[in-house]
């Protein structure tokens, strides 16, 4: 019997995104400018990050589902987070929206197509540690909320 708790999954990543768009519905191009507490970042190239990083972390939970765990040989997380940013600094706000719409719907039905089996699948996280798939996409949420705090703070 598992003790993947699905729902929890989907509770976590529904709740944080949520709150980002909801905070998002509001903001100016001037808000969007100020700088966040991750260096270097504004407040629209943070939104860039997390629309990325949802991508690259269904990604690889896909690759771990086709067998292949590990990250790919020589990946940067720093690198592709800068890389990734700067691709969508021109993007405007409403089409960042709109991809973080599509990337939370492909991340739903990823979940809910998978079998517990799969959700045990290992894959490689952070500093080489071995998490499974399930991990990989509850912390799609866990990133996002700590996102938001810094968005939060960005705007006070």
Known sequence: MSDIDREAIVRTIEE???AILELTGSLTPAQLGRETPCEGWSVKDLLAHMVASEASLVASSR???AGDPARPAGH???RSNADQVESRRTTPLAELER???RNR???LALLAGLTDAQLEMPLEGPGGVMRNVAWRLQRIGEHEREHLGHLRAALK
């Open 105 to 107: 719907h492909a991340t």
């Open 16 to 18: 944080a995104r949520e």
């Open 76 to 78: 940067n997380v720093d």
């Open 99 to 101: 991809e973080m719409r």
């Open 63 to 65: 690759r771990a589902l």
